[in-house]
């Protein structure tokens, strides 16, 4: 499933990418290119805004209840029943693609030597060339993806 946001939605989308989720985010756009963006490339549109639903009649749309990028995350996961497929990690939080995964050894030479000792797992963003270990993430990450997958 994937998905355009708008633009008051900036921190719920950066959460989807975080869960795996295709998800196009701009932090500027006009609301026709969103619907077009919807149309063209099959995405629900998220949105906390009336004012575009009426606009929107050929594609799918999600009206986003809460202000709180945690409720608002919470709310897509549970409408569209989105739990089991979250896969935290595996796109890039900037680029929006899926991550490679990487061998120790190709990780090599990308990697401080320090990271490489300690790491056994690695992903690259092909778009962007960044590398991902598990130390990337902060544990307050881990902590927050527990919390939005937790009942309430
Ligand atoms: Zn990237």
Known sequence: ???VVDC?????????RILGFDTLFYSKAEDD???DLAREQDRILLTRDTGIIEKTKQIEVLFIKSE???????QVLDELDLREQ???YSRCI??????KSLS???AKNLVAPFVYERSDSFALCPQCGR????GTHLSDMNFKIEDILGED
């Open 104 to 106: 120790k050894k190709q």
């Open 8 to 16: 008051m939605l900036g921190k719920c989308a950066k959460w989807l």
């Open 68 to 74: 709180h990028w945690k409720s608002q995350v919470k």
């Open 131 to 134: 590398v991902f270990w598990p």
């Open 1 to 3: 499933m994937k998905f």
């Open 33 to 35: 290119r969103l619907i």
């Open 94 to 99: 900037e680029c929006n693609v899926m991550l």
């Open 86 to 88: 979250v896969k935290p």
